[in-house]
């Protein structure tokens, strides 16, 4: 059975910083792309990073580029999401999946429950 477990959400001041963090289980981790998405109250889920296999390729979404750091630990089956200088607009509910990387934008192999992200201004 396939786990993807997120932590590090909550509350945060704007200008602040959290690290969020995903460890999986029951997938061969390192041979899968991973990525965080998010879901802000009424508006669609969207792709905020992605990172390789082996994390030699990233790419970021242009609201979070310069602020947001996405790494892996592959003998931890973990992928983080650093998360510097909060933006009120940041505000969302934070998801781990894991899949292809060329496919990762629009199609995943699966997801996790989510982390809450709220961010104070």
């Known amino acids: 059975q396939v786990q993807l477990v997120e932590s590090g959400g909550g509350l945060v001041q704007a200008g602040g910083s959290l690290r969020l963090s995903c460890t999986a289980s029951?997938?061969?981790?390192?041979?899968?792309?991973a990525g965080w998405y998010r879901q802000a109250p009424g508006k669609e889920r969207e792709l905020v990073a992605l990172?390789?296999?082996?994390?030699?390729?990233?790419s970021y979404a242009d609201s979070v580029k310069g602020r947001f750091t996405i790494s892996r630990d592959n003998a931890k089956n973990t992928v983080y999401l650093q998360m510097n200088s909060l933006k009120a607009e940041d505000t969302a509910l934070y998801y781990c999946?894991?899949?292809?990387?060329?496919?990762?934008?629009?199609?995943?192999?699966?997801w996790g429950k989510g982390t809450l992200v709220t961010v104070s201004s």
């Open positions: 999946a894991v899949g292809t990387y060329t496919r990762m934008p629009t199609s995943v192999d699966y």
């Open positions: 029951g997938i061969i981790f390192n041979i899968k792309a």
């Open positions: 990172i390789s296999t082996l994390g030699g390729s990233t």
